[in-house]
């Protein structure tokens, strides 16, 4: 994974807290590499990933022979928008780079929270607009951009309090700037 797509996920992950987490779930895994860095840093807990993608959810699952192989991480081909897992299923969700793909209708962070547990947390990461604006391949056509405010009004669509959200900006290296938005669910 290159520099720029590392630090966010290493960011992301510090702020998910789930060492001691019993299910973790990751939302769009993309190749697989937070799944590893998550693997190797949670102690005894299961970690689920899932991907639209048929070769993403290959490659992840590739990377990821080691523990797939050991049961402590399984990957399903799924959308975020119909997650299939039973309500408050998971203590831990990980988002990174994937919220520009939430469609407006909030049914994304709807799922999220359905299978998110009381007292669960779930962490965002997105660049923001004014990054993406300097990404050919990030256009307004196929990514859904976000400033403070948006992110935190779009994570407010999906059900969640204002109080259970704390949205941060982040300087990144190579100029990127981010927001990484954390949301602990109330009973
Ligand atoms: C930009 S990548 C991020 C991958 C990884 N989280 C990272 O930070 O490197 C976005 C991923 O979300 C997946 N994706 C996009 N829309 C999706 C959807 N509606 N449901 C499930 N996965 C989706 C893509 O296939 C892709 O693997």
């Given at each position: 994974m290159s520099v720029i797509n590392a630090r966010p996920n290493l960011l992301a992950i510090e702020a998910?807290?789930?060492?001691?987490?019993?299910?973790?779930?990751?939302?769009g895994v993309g190749s697989?590499?937070?799944l590893q860095e998550l693997a190797r840093a949670v102690k005894h807990g299961r970690i689920w990933g899932i991907d639209q993608s048929a070769d993403m959810i290959a490659l992840a699952a590739r990377r990821n022979h080691l523990w797939t192989h050991r049961a402590s991480v399984s990957l399903a081909r799924a959308k975020f928008e119909a997650l299939p897992f039973p309500s408050e299923?998971?203590?831990?969700?990980?988002?990174?780079?994937?919220?520009?793909?939430?469609?407006?209708?909030?049914?994304?962070?709807?799922?999220?929270?359905?299978?998110?547990?009381p007292q669960g947390r779930m962490v965002i990461y997105v660049s923001d607009r004014a990054t993406l604006a300097n990404w050919p391949?990030?256009?307004?056509?196929?990514?859904?951009?976000?400033?403070?405010?948006?992110?935190?009004a779009a994570i407010e669509d999906g059900g969640f309090a204002r109080n259970e959200i704390t949205v941060e900006p982040v300087s990144l290296p190579f100029g990127v700037s981010g927001l990484l938005g954390t949301v602990v669910r109330q009973p």
């Open positions: 998910l807290q789930g060492a001691q987490a019993d299910r973790i779930l990751e939302l697989g590499w937070a299923s998971f203590d831990r969700i990980l988002a990174v780079n994937v919220a520009y793909f939430f469609g407006s209708d909030g049914r994304a962070f709807r799922e999220a929270r359905r299978v998110l547990r391949f990030a256009g307004e056509d196929t990514h859904r951009s976000f400033d403070r405010d948006e992110l935190i």
